[in-house]
Nanobody, 124 residues
Framework: VQLQASGGGLVQPGGSLRLSCAVS????????IGWFRQAPGKEREGVSC??????????YYLDSVKGRFTISRDNGKNTVYLQMNSLKPEDTAVYYC????????????????WGQGTLVTVSS
C-alpha cells in the first residue's frame, strides 16, 4: 500500500489548512487511518485517527487539537482528510498519515504503513 500525504504549508496563527491522505488500493482494507506529527527534537505523536466502522469511539483526537481539528474519510476517493483550524505555532511539525488493519489507535508504533510527511509551519 502507498499513502500520499499532501496539503501542508506555511500559515499564520489562527489560520486553517486541510491535509489529505490518498491511499492506494481499497481504503476499506485498512481498519484505521491516522494522522501523526513530529516536531524537531520531539517524539512522534498521534494527532487523530479514524476507523472505517462508524461506531462510537471510532475517532480519536489528541487533547490539544480537540475542537480545532476534524478528521474525515471519503471511502469513494480512498482519501482521509484532516481539517485544521485555529492553528497555533505549537502545531508546527511534519505531519504523516499511516494505516493499519488492526483497531484504531493513537499510538504511532502500532501502524504498519506510512506515507511521506507533509510540513506544516504556523508562523507570523
Amino acid at each position: 500500500v502507498q499513502l500520499q500525504a499532501s496539503g501542508g504549508g506555511l500559515v499564520q496563527p489562527g489560520g486553517s489548512l486541510r491535509l489529505s491522505c490518498a491511499v492506494s488500493g481499497n481504503i476499506l482494507d485498512y481498519n484505521a487511518i491516522g494522522w501523526f506529527r513530529q516536531a524537531p527534537g520531539k517524539e512522534r505523536e498521534g494527532v487523530s485517527c479514524i476507523s472505517n466502522r462508524d461506531v462510537a469511539g471510532s475517532i480519536y483526537y489528541l487533547d490539544s487539537v480537540k475542537g480545532r481539528f476534524t478528521i474525515s474519510r471519503d471511502n469513494g476517493k480512498n482519501t482521509v482528510y484532516l481539517q485544521m483550524n485555529s492553528l497555533k505555532p505549537e502545531d508546527t511539525a511534519v505531519y504523516y498519515c499511516a494505516a493499519r488493519r488492526g483497531p484504531s489507535s493513537g499510538s504511532y508504533y502500532v501502524y504498519d504503513y506510512w506515507g511521506q510527511g507533509t510540513l506544516v509551519t504556523v508562523s507570523s
